[in-house]
Every structure is written in structure tokens, then in C-alpha cells.
């Protein structure tokens, strides 16, 4: 393969580059930065709630005003700009090339480019923060009339600006989804059929998929809302004709698929760790695949589900009742067949390892609660309670915070070259997981009890406001403290290993899948010569043969 | 094969175009609904299953691609579908949605 | 620059350019489907709206659709021209194409400045922002289509690249298919 060797600058090489590589790094460590300002603020939040009316270190006091956009641009960052940069783009970028066993992504300007657009939306939505009136507050659904009307929301400049940020957010990743797509389509290794194709990169590119369908009508929706916001057009105002459920379902139509974007390449990571850390070939790779296809086919069906109270026409509900009822059948195929494939395996538990295991346990809560939220009776009762927060969190968190880290673990040597420092990964991993539920096994019962979310302080509702209720709500903020502050363990472990780390060979792991036979960290252009694929990316212990795994590109 | 992609066949193809766009212009003329929803929407669907074939031959590509964009069309029925009957339905047993076609008030953005 | 390997190969048998391409059309479906999806909603709950739309001009939007069926058709000999190896036709043809896109956008403006002085501008009512919405989208997508079109022209004259005409040819007629709809919505449909 033919480069061109010239030295490169630091600035055309690390920010204008085109390697997918420089790419993937350049959305891991912006969403990772996203996501230390979505955690300051929930502690923002949740210091007011515990603590009504305090200063809270390190902001000041928490006004209704701020309370409402530090919960809406909460949820926002962790969703738009860092479950899906990090999940999708970061990974994805990442791996696909290098497990498909090619030089670059097909189109590597059109990749920057989307990085860019990426960029410039971040950028945006940080810049709202600072504009009069302060940040978007109407919550990150963005219903109208609240989000429509400044006299509502109370933020003339920072709801537009908030709705550009998604809309350039949704630009990025559909120009990175394309990328994605006809990457795998077309690009795999010679001899790579469509079954030896690692289940991570079939979920990354299903979820794209997904993400191209949902997103098209809330592009449209956003511009409608946007005109609704400058020119007070009403398009979702009765009053001149709109419907404000309208938008409702353009969001949801959106954004209950768009867990399924997030859930899939976290439910990928984690195939990929298991099968490497149980030495086992994964169990039923068609069954996983087929019901990945059925998750991302039936999350059409259900977005419904977010609006049993918004007064929709009942036989919808029964509709959609049933379809979210069965969207479980196919995802608990999935993580049933994760558990076979662990079953008889000899488990090493490495920091990774210990990740996508408490991502499968606490991923099973989330799914679990989420039955009682799905059928249209219950939810009558559940809805906007903390009962419904608790929930997604316990989805949401697994997917974004737990899985990512599994999968930061477990290509670290990849990426970097070295390896990250196991009794330090093992303290974060406690760290984060022993807190992540003890923040949000309160809620449940908070919620069970009634307490509404979105709320600035429950002290003016005297059933809500009795101690054992204050006490959960103070023993979940401090939990959230100290998961944080476990982080600073990760982010020592992470930067101190990637200048100081202990050396680490091509294939640390001794994984099959093709990323391994690239040098670590891989050169531009990723291999010396373009593998060739033999085998199916999971045969690990075949009976018979010496070494406990069979690379991909080796030759029988 | 090439009398598909030759010349004289775009040709005759965009000719025909041209005649279903007149057709679908002096349709709702006669004033009947019916004619005019067949000629407007029914002309429209013609019309853009010829362009699709004959001009992004489609009628040559693989046919999953045909499969893609239809499936994509199928996502916005799906949408409509799911939706229409919240929006189309404004009236309810216990609620009212009152529709008002004349703005009623100017807001003004912003907050005192 | 540097071409990569990943972009040559064709594991599809669609070659990547051209694949990419479909993936596009199949996301802007959705978009242009999710606009006109609420507007056919709110159509049909609002008989009023067919007093508004009675001031769109049918004759204008009939010469606009006449005018993008007809670029349809030069960019697709152009495409003609550029598999068989003729940039210098196809060239022609690219800019024909570009010229049906002024005129539409020309035809568009005289229309739209009639409109807005006679007072049916966004704010009058729904249908007029979703008839300029809808039209004002697929009015940046023919923007987009002849800037892209001028970009790759260069590349064709110099017989180079020729495989884009024909990805340039597939949006665009996407977007004329785009037209075809919203012609009948829009205008015919009173």
C-alpha cells in the first residue's frame, strides 16, 4: 500500500484529519467531555432536591429557572451528545474499518465533515447556556406549547438554539450513518460473508439504519417548531389550527427508536467482551442477529407508549400496548442468549469484563420495570413519576455509561497501545456500579409514592415532603457524589495509561476478530497488507486445537 | 438492456411525462372530486414510478434497493397511520379541542 | 487526495458512490415524508384551507414541474453520454440541467414575490407556512443539487470522475419526484 509519508502537522493531523481512527478519538473525547458537563449538572440538580434552597458548591443556587435547564439540557447532552457520539459514532468509526478488515472508512471527508457538523452543534448548545434568558428549560421532549412560546419557557434565545444544536446533531449522524452503512456493505474483507461479520458492527450499522428512518420526520418537526419559536407560526398551537400532539409523536416517532440506536451497539460492546473474556464461541450469532433485525423493526411500533396520557384515541393504546409488550420478547432473547454463551465458559473477570456483566444485570432492571410502563393501564398511575425516570435510567445508564466503559476497556491496547491499569479499573468499576444503584433504586420507590418529576422542590407538597421521602432523595444525591467522584479514578487510569501504561502486543486479549491483527495503536491505513477472512469471528476453544482461539485472518 | 438506457427511450419516456402532466392539470378542471384526486395523486404516483424506473433506473439496480426506498415510504405511512387518528380526531368524550382557523393573537417572544 | 481501498471495493455489486446515494434518497423519504405526512394530516381536518390554496398558482407550478421533468431528462442523457465515455456532452448536459434549475427557481421567485405582496405570506395562515416550508425545503434541495452538479462538471469536462454524473443524475431526479408530489398537494389539490 502506497502512503504518502509526509510528516503531517499536529493541527492537519489531529483536527482536520480524515483517518477514521483520529475520527473516532475526536468523538470519544468530545463526548466524553459532554458528559462531565451532563454530570455537573445532574449534581446541580440533585443537590437542590436533596438540599432545597442551599448554595450548591461550585454553582451557586440552584433558581426554578436553572433547575429546569440543568434537567433539560441534562438529559439532551447524555442522549444526543453522549450516548450517541460516544456509542455510535466513537465506536463505530473505530471498529468498522478495522473489523472489516480495510483501510478507512468509503467516504473519509464526508467523515470529517459529519464530526465537524457534530462539533458546531455542541458548540451551539454550549454557547445557549451563556445567552440571555439562559439555556433551553422545556424539558429535552420539548413539547409545545412550552417549548413553542418564549412567554412559556422563559428562554427567547436558548430554545432556538437548543433545537439547532439537535437538528445539526441529526445532520452529523445521518452523514456518519451513510458512512457507516456503505462501509459494511461494501467494504468487508475478501472471503468476509455476511456471517462472519462481528455481531458489534451488525448492531452499530442496524442501529444506523434505525436512526436514518426515525429521525427523517423530527427533522421535519424541528424545522416546524423552530418556525413556531422565531415566527409564531403555530403550527403545533390549536389556536391557529396546530396540534401540539403532532409534535409529540414526530418526537416519539424519533425518540423511542432512537434507544434501540443506543441499546444496540451497547448490547454489541458487550457481545464482543463476552465471547473474549468466557473463551466461548457466542451463542446462537443468528438468533442474536435476527432479533437485533426484529428489535429494530418492532421499535417502529411502539412510540405510542410515551403519550397514554396525552389523551391519544384509546385503541391506539391498546395497539401500542401490545407492540411494547412484544419489543421485549426479542431483547430477552438476546440477553438470554449473552447468559448461554457465558454458561460453561471459562470467565476471566477483567475490568471489561466485569463491565458488560453489570451492564446484562442492570440492564435486565431497566427492561424489567419497563412492562409496568409499557401496558397503558399501569402507566396511567406510573407516568412522569420518578417511577419512570428510575426506569430509563437503568436502561440508559448501562447502555451509556456501563457499556462504554466495557468497551473502553477492552480496546484501550487497541486504540492507545497500552494497557489501562486493572486494580485501578476494578476500583472504578465498584465504584461506579455499587453508587449507579443506589442512586436510582430510591427513585423507583420515590416514585411509587407519587413524587412527580421536572418538580424545583417538594417542599410545598406536604405528602411528598416527609423525611423517609427526603431521606431516599438525599441518599440518592450523595450516591450520585460518589459515582462521580469515582470517575476522577477513571479519567487518572485513562490519561496516565495512555503516556504511561504498560506496553501492550498486537493482540492482548487474544480475540479472533480483526482489529487484532493491526499493530497497536494501527498506523494510517490500518494494516501492512489487507487481511484476508477464513473463518467466523467466534471460534474460540474449537476442540482440537492447541491455542484457545483462531484468529479470522488466519489461515487453516 | 441498452434499449432501456438508450437516448430515444428517455426521450419517449419524458414525452409521456409531459402528457400525464397535462392530463393531471385539466383533471380538476371538470370539477369532480373524485377525477380530481385520481388525476392529481394518482398521476403523481405514475409519474414518479416512471422517473424512479426509467430515468434512477431503478428498474435495472438490485432490488433491494427498490425494497429500501419503499420500506422508507412505508415508514411515513406508518407514521400517518400511528398518528392520524390523535390529529384527524379532534373531538373526545371528556375533552374538546377547539379549532380556531383565524389567529386569534399575536404572541409576542419573549418575557417581561 | 488519497483514495482508500475501502472506497473501491463493491461486496454489494452497487458500486460505494452509488449506494451511498440510495442511502441518502432513503433518509430524505423520511424527511420530506414526515413534513407532508402532518400536512396532508392537517389538510384533511381543515376544509378551509382549499379557500387558500385556490390563490396558488397552477399554471405556475405546472410550468415548474414542466421545467424539472425536463432537466430530469437532460441530466439522464448526460448520464448517457458520461457512461459512454463523452465528458464533454455530458458536460453540456450537466449545465442544461443547472439552467432548468434557475428557471424553476426563477418561475418560484416571480411567484412567491406575487404571493407575499397580495398578504399570503407565512403568519396568514397554516397552509401557506406549510406551502412555503415544503416548497422552501425542496427549493434548498434544488440549490444544493445545481451547486453540486457545477462542482462535478468541472471533473466531467476533463473526462474525469464520470461515474458522478450519474449519482449527481439519481438526486436529482429524486427531487423532482419530490416536485411531482407536492405539485398536486400544493396547487392542484383545491
Known amino acids: 500500500m502506497s502512503h504518502d509519508h509526509h510528516e503531517q502537522s499536529f493541527f492537519s493531523k489531529y483536527l482536520f484529519s480524515t483517518d477514521h481512527k483520529v475520527i473516532a478519538m475526536q468523538y470519544l473525547f468530545t463526548g466524553m467531555f459532554m458528559a462531565l458537563i451532563g454530570g455537573f449538572f445532574a449534581y446541580g440538580f440533585r443537590m437542590q432536591l436533596a438540599f432545597p434552597g442551599i448554595e450548591v458548591p461550585g454553582l451557586g443556587l440552584v433558581t426554578p429557572n436553572l433547575y429546569n435547564e440543568l434537567v433539560t439540557n441534562h438529559g439532551s447532552i447524555m442522549i444526543f451528545w453522549v450516548a450517541m457520539p460516544v456509542l455510535i459514532a466513537a465506536f463505530g468509526n473505530y471498529l468498522i474499518p478495522l473489523m472489516i478488515g480495510c483501510d478507512d472508512m468509503v467516504f473519509p471527508r464526508l467523515n470529517r465533515l459529519s464530526y465537524q457538523i457534530f462539533l458546531i452543534s455542541a458548540i451551539v448548545l454550549i454557547a445557549s447556556f451563556f445567552v440571555p434568558g439562559g439555556g433551553f428549560s422545556g424539558a429535552w421532549t420539548s413539547y409545545p406549547p412550552l417549548s413553542a412560546q418564549a412567554k412559556y419557557n422563559l428562554t427567547p434565545l436558548g430554545a432556538p438554539m437548543w433545537l439547532t444544536a439537535v437538528a445539526l446533531e441529526f445532520v452529523a449522524f445521518l452523514l456518519g450513518g451513510i458512512n457507516f452503512i456503505t462501509t459494511l456493505m461494501n467494504s468487508r474483507a475478501p472471503g468476509m460473508k455476511m456471517w462472519d461479520i462481528p455481531i458489534v458492527l451488525w448492531m452499530i450499522v442496524i442501529a444506523s439504519i434505525v436512526f436514518m428512518a426515525s429521525a427523517g420526520p423530527l427533522i421535519a418537526g424541528a424545522v416546524m417548531l423552530l418556525f413556531d419559536q422565531i415566527y409564531h407560526i403555530g403550527f403545533f398551537n390549536p389556536n391557529k389550527g396546530g396540534d401540539p400532539i403532532l409534535w409529540q409523536h414526530l418526537f416519539w416517532f424519533f425518540g423511542h427508536p432512537e434507544v434501540y440506536v443506543v441499546l444496540l451497539p451497547a448490547m454489541g460492546i458487550v457481545a464482543e467482551v463476552i465471547t473474549v473474556f468466557a473463551r466461548k464461541k457466542l451463542f446462537g450469532y443468528k438468533t442474536i442477529l435476527y432479533t437485533t433485525i426484529a428489535t429494530g423493526t418492532l421499535s417502529f411500533f411502539v412510540w405510542a407508549h410515551h403519550q397514554f396520557v396525552a389523551g391519544i384515541d384509546p385503541r391506539m393504546a391498546n395497539v401500542f400496548t401490545i407492540t411494547t409488550i412484544l419489543i421485549s420478547i426479542p431483547v430477552t432473547e438476546m440477553c438470554f442468549a449473552y447468559i448461554a454463551t457465558l454458561f460453561g465458559g471459562s470467565i476471566e473477570l477483567r475490568t471489561p469484563m466485569l463491565f458488560a456483566l453489570a451492564f446484562l444485570a442492570e440492564f435486565l432492571i431497566g427492561g424489567v420495570t419497563g412492562i409496568f410502563l409499557g401496558s397503558s393501564g399501569s402507566d396511567i398511575y406510573f407516568h412522569d413519576t420518578y417511577f419512570v425516570l428510575a426506569h430509563f435510567h437503568y436502561t440508559f445508564v448501562p447502555i451509556a455509561i456501563i457499556s462504554v466503559f466495557a468497551g473502553i476497556y477492552y480496546w484501550f491496547p487497541k486504540m492507545f497501545g497500552r494497557h489501562m491499569n486493572e486494580t485501578l479499573g476494578k476500583i472504578h468499576f465498584w465504584g461506579t456500579v455499587i453508587p449507579f444503584n443506589l442512586i436510582f433504586l430510591p427513585l423507583f420507590f420515590l416514585g411509587l409514592a407519587g413524587q412527580h418529576r421536572r418538580i424545583y422542590s417538594y417542599e410545598n407538597f406536604p405528602e411528598l415532603a416527609k423525611p423517609y421521602l427526603q431521606d431516599l432523595r438525599i441518599l440518592a444525591t450523595v450516591s450520585l457524589i460518589v459515582m462521580l467522584s469515582f470517575q476522577v479514578v477513571f479519567l487518572f487510569n485513562f490519561f496516565y495509561s495512555i503516556f504511561k501504561g504498560k506496553k501492550a502486543e498486537k493482540n492482548p486479549w487474544r480475540a479472533n476478530t480483526l482489529e487484532w491483527a493491526a499493530a497497536s495503536p494501527p498506523p494510517h491505513g490500518n494494516f501492512p497488507e489487507l487481511p484476508q477472512v477464513y473463518r467466523p469471528p467466534y471460534e474460540y476453544s474449537v476442540p482440537g486445537r492447541e491455542l484457545d482461539y483462531w484468529p479470522q485472518n488466519e489461515k487453516a | 438492456m441498452s434499449a432501456e438506457t438508450s437516448p430515444k427511450h428517455y426521450v419517449k419516456i419524458w414525452a409521456i411525462l409531459v402528457v400525464l402532466l397535462i392530463l393531471s392539470v385539466l383533471g380538476p378542471m371538470l370539477g369532480i372530486k373524485l377525477v380530481t384526486l385520481l388525476t392529481a395523486f394518482g398521476i403523481a404516483i405514475v409519474k414518479a414510478t416512471m422517473v424512479a424506473n426509467h430515468f434512477m433506473h431503478l428498474n435495472i439496480e438490485k432490488k433491494y434497493i427498490s425494497y429500501l426506498l419503499i420500506g422508507m415510504v412505508l415508514m411515513v405511512f406508518l407514521f400517518v397511520g400511528g398518528t392520524s387518528p390523535d390529529v384527524l380526531m379532534p373531538e373526545g368524550q371528556h375533552w374538546e379541542k377547539q379549532v380556531i382557523e383565524q389567529p386569534v393573537e399575536l404572541d409576542h417572544g419573549g418575557h417581561e | ?190
Not at chain 3, 62 to 88: C, I, P, R
Open chain 3, 1 to 190: 487526495m488519497h483514495q482508500p481501498i475501502a472506497t473501491t471495493r463493491s461486496a454489494t455489486g452497487i458500486p460505494t458512490g452509488r449506494l451511498a446515494v440510495w442511502w441518502v434518497i432513503a433518509s430524505e423519504i423520511v424527511i420530506f415524508g414526515g413534513l407532508l405526512g402532518s400536512y396532508v394530516m392537517y389538510r384533511l381536518l381543515h376544509d378551509a384551507w382549499s379557500i387558500e390554496a385556490a390563490n396558488t398558482h397552477t399554471l405556475a407550478g405546472a410550468t415548474n414541474t414542466f421545467v424539472l421533468l425536463t432537466s430530469s431528462l437532460f441530466v439522464v442523457l448526460g448520464h448517457h453520454a458520461a457512461e459512454h465515455g463523452d465528458g464533454k456532452k455530458a458536460f453540456r448536459y450537466l449545465w442544461l440541467t443547472i439552467l432548468g434549475g434557475f428557471i424553476f427557481l426563477i418561475i418560484k421567485s416571480i411567484e412567491w414575490t406575487g404571493e407575499i405582496h397580495h398578504g399570503f405570506v407565512m403568519t396568514k395562515s397554516l397552509f401557506w407556512a406549510f406551502y412555503y416550508t415544503a416548497a422552501g425545503l425542496h427549493a434548498l434541495h434544488v440549490i444544493a443539487g445545481m451547486v453540486i452538479m457545477a462542482i462535478i462538471s468541472f471533473d466531467t469536462i476533463k473526462n474525469k470522475n464520470l461515474h458522478r454524473v450519474e449519482l449527481i443524475g439519481i438526486y436529482w431526479h429524486f427531487v423532482d419526484i419530490v416536485w411531482i408530489f407536492l405539485f398536486p398537494l400544493l396547487y392542484i389539490a383545491k
